[in-house]
């Protein structure tokens, strides 16, 4: 009997797409520069998939079944920043657990709003 896997996932951005956000990620004091910024605007130029697995990174099944599903964990998007030719493509890894912080956005009106609700 043959056993189907599936993945029914879709993710937000796509490669290509324009996205927003916080840069560099993590709370650092910085003065000018990039990091100054309230926003890095970039392109999408890959999206990698971590599947939640088991700690050998391997699916196992250990009991007769026709179907298997796969989970994602983490979606990680190398994002190439936009009009700057000193900052090299970096990774923003997302969590897709809802309630998680957002890493990316769509446009700078929805980084804005998310980080500065008083100010929308």
Same mark, same amino acid.
């Given at each position: 009997?043959? &056993?189907?896997?599936?993945?029914?996932?879709?993710?937000?951005?796509? @490669?290509?797409?324009? /996205? %927003? +956000?916080?840069? $560099?990620?993590?709370?650092?004091?910085?003065?000018?520069?990039?990091?100054?910024?309230?926003?890095?605007?970039?392109?999408?130029?890959?999206?990698?998939?971590?599947?939640?697995?088991?700690?050998?990174?391997?699916? &196992?099944?250990?009991?007769?079944?026709?179907?298997?599903?796969?989970? @994602?964990?983490?979606? /990680? %998007? +190398?994002?190439? $920043?936009?009009?700057?030719?000193?900052?090299?493509?970096?990774?923003?890894?997302?969590?897709?657990?809802?309630?998680?912080?957002?890493?990316?956005?769509?446009?700078?009106?929805?980084?804005?709003?998310?980080?500065?609700?008083?100010?929308?």
């Amino acid at each position: 009997m043959p &056993l189907h896997v599936k993945l029914d996932f879709t993710a937000p951005f796509a @490669v290509g797409d324009t /996205v %927003y +956000t916080s840069y $560099p990620p993590g709370d650092h004091a910085y003065n000018g520069g990039p990091a100054s910024y309230d926003f890095l605007e970039g392109k999408v130029s890959s999206v990698k998939f971590v599947l939640e697995l088991n700690h050998e990174n391997s699916c &196992l099944v250990k009991e007769p079944l026709t179907e298997q599903e796969l989970t @994602v964990k983490n979606v /990680v %998007y +190398t994002v190439v $920043p936009a009009r700057s030719t000193h900052l090299s493509p970096f990774t923003v890894e997302c969590n897709t657990q809802s309630g998680s912080h957002p890493m990316l956005f769509a446009s700078e009106e929805e980084h804005r709003a998310y980080y500065h609700p008083a100010e929308s």
